[in-house]
């Protein structure tokens, strides 16, 4: 007995970029999220930036992620609410 054969993921793909560009790149929770691939130093002096541009009691900014990556290379998202009501 054979196993039935994969089926096409071409549609499937289709679909979810087409969701994406109407979404324009919005999450379905609000956050603004953006990712980052810096030298250590760099990496620290972005998210001073951005927790000093979008404090975090307002905005809810936040270092979402990070990741160590060989040469001293930080790679990081980090979010924050579009407006701070």
Do not use: C, H, N
């Amino acid at each position: 007995m054979r196993t039935p054969a994969r089926p096409p993921l071409d549609g499937l793909k289709k679909r979810l970029e087409r969701s994406r560009m109407e979404r324009g790149g919005k999450s379905r929770d609000g956050f603004l999220r953006e990712t980052f691939v810096l030298s250590r130093p760099e990496a620290r002096a972005k998210a001073q930036e951005w927790f000093k541009r979008w404090p975090k009691q307002a905005y809810w900014t936040e270092i979402e992620s990070w990741f160590e990556r060989p040469g001293d290379v930080i790679e990081f998202t980090i979010r924050r609410l579009p407006a701070a009501d």
